[in-house]
């Protein structure tokens, strides 16, 4: 997700006292199925009935009204039931029983991150990954360095019983509260990617269920084709139900660091020689902040702590509306075959930071276990969830931005649209397109480096509706300024709602993903929320 925050618990507090907060609560879809359910014999010709699984059924309106909803909060769509299934066999019989009905569709769903409804199905069956049993299952094999995990499971889970191991895995998301198989039917992005590529580029065999509802076993060498189809497939082509995940050395301890710039062009110099260079930091990431002193969205979003400041008066006399912070992490341990010592952490920081060009003194660094910082997205979720404001809208945008365009978009965009900033933090940073495998389904801006853009839209614990839809206008707004100035992007998380757009954003790639889906999914079953097909489509 959108998956990329970091700590701004400040922002949170903030928030949730706005006095901008109105007796008008917000309604959470824009976009909502308000109508009753059908009891399920008269929904799908009984086709319901003779499903028989191990775990259950739940027709309840707590259930399907939890599984309407999403991270996003705009839309909602009702489900006919939650199915809450005991393994991936079940989920093969849940998927077998919909090819007995002409309307049925099936979504999984994971921890309810979505940001558009990509995990819904209206009059559907949404399936709870999160219940399955195998998901308390994570099994690491320290001799061959993987882990074989549940698609249901938690990152943070993973995370937890690798480190008790001496082991993690390599590349991350942000927010670790996210399942396995969510983030792989994506991509999985975070400040590791630079290096070991995504998530989907970090796991070596799956087990899927397809929609033909077929328990397959596929890796890059058995069943290869969907493998590759599955990941960051966006649940077009099975269900995730295992993944065998790459490991690593767990480091003991991190150093954070954070270094500020006024241009643009020497914030991505030198993020670019960072994730280009042999010799460098195991994180990188930055972001955009406005250039004042709005607790929300300025200076005081940089620090690290609360025994640091941002002191302004280091900054040029002549700077933009906005500024630019690169975010990096270096690990360091007692075991220094694997990473840096604690002995000579400080020398090789300085040694990396010596080849930047950041404002000397605007720099914040914290130490911190190996741990601390992978969950640090968790604090801002249960200061978030306290203040009320988790549980607003939060009409996200992520995408890829091409080099060749993200000058541009950095004038246009950070420096005019979002000059006031979005109430949340505004992520951009590079990556490289030779960490990731052109075979799975993800589609990429051109070139090696492109970048990515997260602007993770924070409300007040009260909005109106107005607000919330002046969020997605600004959205759009920025949508079509990219189309019109022909940038090369692509939305990461994607939302289309007409095939033709679908078709653009896959490009030459689309008659590729047809393939995949007329081979592995050719009903249309499953994850119907993308809106990328429909149930027994004709293409």
């Known amino acids: 997700m959108r998956h990329h925050i970091f700590l701004f618990a400040c922002t949170i507090a903030l928030l949730a006292s706005s006095s901008l907060v ?39 309106l707590n259930a399907t009204g939890l599984t309407s ?14 199915i809450r299934p005991a393994g991936a066999d079940d989920v093969a019989r849940v998927i077998r029983q919909a090819l007995h009905s002409p309307t049925l569709t099936v979504a999984a ?20 990954m999160k219940s399955m049993s195998d998901n308390n299952r994570i099994d690491v094999n320290k001799t061959s360095m993987y882990a074989d995990v549940g698609g249901g499971a938690l990152w943070a889970d993973v995370l937890k019983s690798c480190v008790a191991h001496g082991v993690a895995p390599k590349s991350w998301t942000d927010y670790l509260e996210l399942t396995v198989g969510g983030t792989l039917s994506n991509a999985g992005v975070s400040g590791q990617a630079f290096r070991y590529g995504p998530q989907t580029s970090t796991v070596t065999e799956l087990e899927v269920v397809t929609g033909n509802g077929e328990k397959t076993v596929c890796s890059n ?6 493998f590759f189809s599955v990941l ?59 250039n004042s002193d709005d607790p929300v969205n300025g200076w005081p979003s940089v620090p690290l702590d609360s025994k640091q400041s941002f002191d302004p008066t280091h900054l040029p006399k002549k700077t933009g509306p906005v500024l630019y912070c690169l975010e990096v992490a270096l690990h360091y341990s007692n075991n220094p075959d694997h990473h840096p010592s604690t002995s000579t952490v400080n020398m090789v920081v300085e040694k990396l930071l010596g080849r930047l060009r950041f404002i000397k003194h605007l720099r914040f660094e914290i130490d911190l276990t190996y741990i601390k910082f992978l969950l640090r997205v968790k604090h801002v979720e249960q200061a978030a969830r306290a203040s009320g404001i988790w549980d607003t809208p939060h009409p996200w945008l992520n995408m890829f931005v091409s080099k060749r365009d993200i000058a ?55 909005p109106k509706e107005s607000e919330i839809k002046q969020m997605v206008a600004q959205n759009q707004e920025i949508l079509q300024t990219c189309i019109n100035k022909g940038f090369d992007f692509k ?32 009903k249309a079953v499953l994850a119907p929320g993308q809106k990328i097909f429909t149930r027994n489509r004709q293409l």
């Open 109 to 128: 769903r994971g921890n309810g991150h979505s940001i558009s409804g990509q995990a819904m199905a209206k009059h559907g069956l949404v399936i709870d």
């Open 408 to 462: 541009a978009f950095n004038r246009i965009v950070f420096q005019n649209i979002l000059k006031d900033g979005v109430n949340g933090p505004m992520l951009t940073y590079p990556l490289l397109r030779s960490k990731w495998d052109n075979r799975s389904s993800v589609v990429l801006p051109q070139g090696e480096i492109f970048y990515l853009v997260a602007l993770l839209r924070f409300s007040h614990a009260h």
């Open 69 to 82: 909803k999403d991270f996003g909060g705009i839309y909602a769509d009702k489900p006919l039931a939650l």
């Open 491 to 522: 939305l990461y998380l994607p939302h289309y709602e007409s095939t033709v757009e679908w078709k653009k954003h896959f490009g030459d790639q689309w008659g590729r993903f047809v393939e995949r889906k007329n081979q592995f999914d050719p």
């Open 221 to 226: 060498s058995q069943n290869s084709e969907l």
């Open 22 to 60: 109105s007796a008008e609560v917000v309604k959470h879809s824009f976009h909502n199925d308000t109508d009753s359910i059908p009891e399920p014999e008269k929904q799908d010709d009984g086709v319901l009935k003779d499903l028989d699984i191990e775990g259950n059924i739940d027709y309840g």
């Open 232 to 290: 960051g497939g966006l649940g077009q082509f099975g269900i995730i139900t295992r993944a065998r995940v790459l490991l690593q050395t767990a480091p003991d301890m991190v150093r954070w660091i954070r270094v500020v710039y006024s241009e643009f062009d020497e914030f991505t110099h030198d993020a670019e020689l960072l994730v280009m260079s042999q010799e460098s930091f195991n994180y990188v990431e930055g972001f955009v902040f406005v």
